[in-house]
């Protein structure tokens, strides 16, 4: 409404009264989104066909591109085709929650995924919700699900009840049993081969291209690796110089070469908008290069991910993006780009198309916030990160007498991401207005998000402050 007036300064309430007269304002807005989308690709273009390759515990300092010394050619080529990002975190550091913001554009805690969904759970994503499969689809786009799920197993949960029209992968990770690998709801073999899996995901990615050339497309390509355990095939067991992990890696990155190989094939590139990331920092192996903390932290590196964006023509090749992003704003930059309407709910992710295309380095933002669990932690704004409270263990281990519990911190720690990216330096003294800014912020979002949400938070507000509670940060140094 405000931007609309903005936009509008003489007419805009006499114009919205009308329109209102006519359709809805979501109705509105999906017009308008439509109606910029065609005219950013032009009358006569197609909307894009999607392709959206998710790595599984890939760090930050995986890839070449980002550091590595682990071989990946085609993601560096993408990247020198393209966009890297060196400030795009997920929604959480840990599989299930990350997925779902992925698919929602939603923060996890309002969609039912607050934590690692198990086997033998017998939810998942809330069935209400909307996915990015779903909008395309209502598009007229084919959608195809390939690798790990992770966000239900009971049929009413899988991919093909969220959008996908097929599905074929590990409904969970390849860590838990029984490790069954399905076609769309059907188990086709009780204990997937792990040393075969990112080829035969591979082959099924290529055959989709190619049958669903005719048309729009969306292919959701989830790896399974290289979440432990791992495991290569014949062709790359043993070649890398990083040991199993890169060998992971690498036939990942072969993987990645072939799905771009079947777009040239199918005379698809310069109509397909390729992305790739990770849900989440590394687990026990892997690197997530310069950043603090690893997987099941909400540190920078357990959330702070590659990702790389290319669409031969529209996205500037060679860029490099320090903006902040967010696995969220995948939801609303793909459905503007390919005209789809919004859902009914709102979204917590932002269009980052002017970050992708280079018309914007940043864009202004609410705090992002993260969670263990239910449980706040901390909010990352512009280049702040304040961190608020702190679990008394960290997750999968023994809970401590008494029971695991958030924490507040006895005094919030801010780190300055621009200047010190490893979090090491707390400049929270130096900082008060910045902090109460971010406190003030956090406690106002928190009253829009569920009440499991609210609740955690007010529990934690008047829960006694652990003065055990490990700070883990340093005074900044003084200046020479």
Known sequence: MLAFGAAFPQTGSDLWELICSYMTRREFLASAGAAAGSQLLGAAARTPNVVFVLCDDLGYGDLGVYGSKIRTPNFDRLASEGVRFTNFCSADPVCSPSRAALLTGRYPTRVGVPRVLNPGDAGGLNLDETTLADILKARGYKTTCIGKWH?????PYLPTSHGFDEYFGIPYSNDMTPRVLMRNTDVIEQTANLSTLTARYTEQARN?????KGSPFFLYMPHTFPHIPLAASERFRGKSAEGLYGDVVEEIDWSLGEVMRALKQ????????????????????????????????????????PFIARWSGRIPAGRVCDGLASMMDVFPTVARLCG???PSKPLDGIDIWPLLHGDRQSIERAPLL????WDLQC??????????????????TPAPPGGRFSFLLPKPELYNLASDPGESYDV???????VAQIKARIAEMIQGFPEPV???YADAQARKTNPNTPTGAYPQPLSP
């Open 370 to 373: 993260y969670f263990d669990n």
């Open 454 to 456: 609210r609740k955690a």
């Open 266 to 305: 199918n005379g698809l590139e310069r109509d397909t908008l390729v992305m790739c990331s990770s849900d989440n920092g590394p687990w026990y192996q892997g690197s997530p290069g310069m950043l603090r903390g690893r997987k099941n932290t909400t540190y920078e590196g357990g959330v702070r991910e």
């Open 151 to 155: 966000l239900g197993r009971p049929q």
């Open 379 to 396: 909010a990352c704004w512009m280049n702040w990160k304040l961190h608020i409270a702190r679990h008394n263990t960290a997750a999968y």
């Open 428 to 434: 929270a003294p130096e900082n008060p207005q910045t």
């Open 340 to 342: 789809a309407a919004l």
């Open 208 to 212: 989709f291209i190619e049958k669903s």
